[in-house]
């Protein structure tokens, strides 16, 4: 996805492009990470609510940070159901060149694009299997600051934490404990009803909710 994002980017000549799922991100140029966090959320989710009722937008846009007096042009065009493309760019090509442009660099990876939608919510492939006692999953590049999370791991009946409770679990355990740890570092958390282990490997942070029957000294 990365490398036919570059190209189209090439063609839109921008350096502001990604790819979302029902509105999260995907893939994305450094530059499009680079935006401030209000705007990459507020572009993702115009672009995710405006190709619901139609193939492509191409709109005017403020930025409230990096360009709040002169527009950008988005243009947005849904791939697959549920998988947008996006980028930020000046009046140059027309919609029509973009639209022809985005069908030559995207059709090889078709098949991927929906395969990848189906992965959504969990944002990893159905056919891994992960342990039962796993009950949340949250991946942080530092560098990046992109959150990739998976709040409905489990499939336990059993289990009396909600998907958001999950969510809001591994988020407070990664901004008091977590987000602070260095290179090769460890964080544990333990509570009556649930345990938390973070592990950074040089710019990537996982942090994982296990139940609480879990021991201490295997959750690593």
Not at 16 to 27: A, D, F, Q
Request: proline share 5%; glycine share 4%; with cysteine.
């Amino acid at each position: 996805m990365s490398n036919c994002l570059d190209n189209w980017m090439d063609v839109m000549e921008s350096a502001y492009g990604c790819v979302s799922i029902h509105g999260r991100l995907t893939v994305a140029t450094q530059s499009w990470w680079e935006l401030s966090p209000v705007e990459k959320r507020l572009l993702s989710l115009l672009s995710a609510a405006s190709t619901a009722h139609c193939t492509g937008i191409d709109i005017p846009v403020f930025l409230p940070t990096k360009s709040p007096t002169v527009p950008f042009r988005l243009v947005s065009l849904r791939l697959v159901d549920g998988v947008d493309v996006a980028a930020l760019c000046g009046p140059n090509p027309s919609l029509g060149d973009v639209e022809h442009s985005a069908l030559q660099v995207w059709r090889p990876l078709i098949n991927t694009l929906r395969t990848a939608e189906k992965t959504y919510p969990r944002n990893f492939p159905l056919s891994m299997v992960l342990d039962s006692n796993i009950l949340g999953v949250l991946l942080v590049h530092i560098k990046l600051g992109k959150f990739m999370i998976s709040r409905n791991v489990s499939k336990k009946e059993s289990c009396s934490i909600s998907g958001t409770h999950r969510l809001n679990i591994l988020r407070t355990f990664y901004n008091e404990s977590a987000g602070a740890l260095a290179n090769e570092e460890e964080s544990y958390w333990c509570s009556e009803y649930h345990k938390c282990h973070g592990l950074r490997l040089a710019h990537n942070l996982i942090c994982v909710l296990y139940s609480a029957s879990v021991p201490s000294h295997t959750m690593r």
